[in-house]
T-cell receptor
Framework: AQSVTQPDIHITVSEGASLELRCNYS??????LFWYVQSPGQGLQLLLKYFSGDTLVQGIKGFEAEFKRSQSSFNLRKPSVHWSDAAEYFCAVGARGNAGKSTFGDGTTLTVKP | DAGITQSPRHKVTETGTPVTLRCHQT?????MYWYRQDPGHGLRLIHYSYGVKDTDKGEVSDGYSVSRSKTEDFLLTLESATSSQTSVYFC?????????????FGQGTRLTVV
């Protein structure tokens, strides 16, 4: 069975500081991996995804993530956080052939200090 | 935007009553999904559909049924609502196949069972 762990429930960073959100997954084969962002009262928006190939993936809003098979990790990074990045972030692993059949982590809430 | 709308956006209902939530997409996506989101948790898959009249269960399907009579509409029914089904429900549809795949989410339906 697939599973996703986001070890940090809540992270606070100062505006302009760098950010790393952790994600560890369990999946029997090479996974489809996703990061989504959710603003309060909104649906989820896809930030980036990894299917194969280059293990460093670029996404929208200046985010990137690195797939490390040896560590079963897919951590999300941003070099300089903006106040508008405050939101909840979800990592997900999707089934090959049916990527919407995803298992989500419990989420990390990001607070940005001025 | 994939043009996914959920209705209603908010609903309060009494225990034991039937409730139907609607998801409508205008992009002719083949795959559609219903998730629920509870505080402190990520999204959990209830049911999904891979075509008209083709549906399957997700990890938390007990107490829910779905129907898909048209490509654009995916209905989620709670036959007899219980307080444990108080949640925010998200619909998603899947664009593309393989590495082009991407799930688009609706804005959510907040359901309260009293």
């Amino acid at each position: 069975a697939q599973s996703v762990t986001q070890p940090d429930i809540h992270i606070t960073v100062s505006e302009g500081a760098s950010l790393e959100l952790r994600c560890n997954y369990s999946y029997g084969a090479t996974p489809y991996l996703f990061w989504y962002v959710q603003s309060p009262g909104q649906g989820l928006q896809l930030l980036l995804k990894y299917f194969s190939g280059d293990t460093l993936v670029q996404g929208i809003k200046g985010f990137e993530a690195e797939f490390k098979r040896s560590q079963s990790s897919f951590n999300l990074r941003k070099p300089s956080v903006h106040w508008s990045d405050a939101a909840e972030y979800f990592c997900a692993v999707g089934a090959r052939g049916n990527a919407g059949k995803s298992t989500f982590g419990d989420g990390t809430t990001l607070t940005v200090k001025p | 935007d994939a043009g996914i709308t959920q209705s209603p956006r908010h609903k309060v209902t009494e225990t034991g009553t039937p409730v139907t939530l609607r998801c409508h997409q205008t992009e002719n996506h083949r795959y559609m999904y219903w998730y629920r989101q509870d505080p402190g948790h990520g999204l959990r898959l209830i049911h999904y559909s891979y075509g008209v009249k083709d549906t399957d269960k997700g990890e938390v399907s007990d107490g829910y049924s779905v129907s898909r009579s048209k490509t654009e509409d995916f209905l989620l029914t709670l036959e007899s609502a219980t307080s444990s089904q108080t949640s925010v429900y998200f619909c998603a549809s899947l664009l593309g196949q393989g590495t082009n795949t991407e799930a688009f989410f609706g804005q959510g339906t907040r359901l309260t069972v009293v």
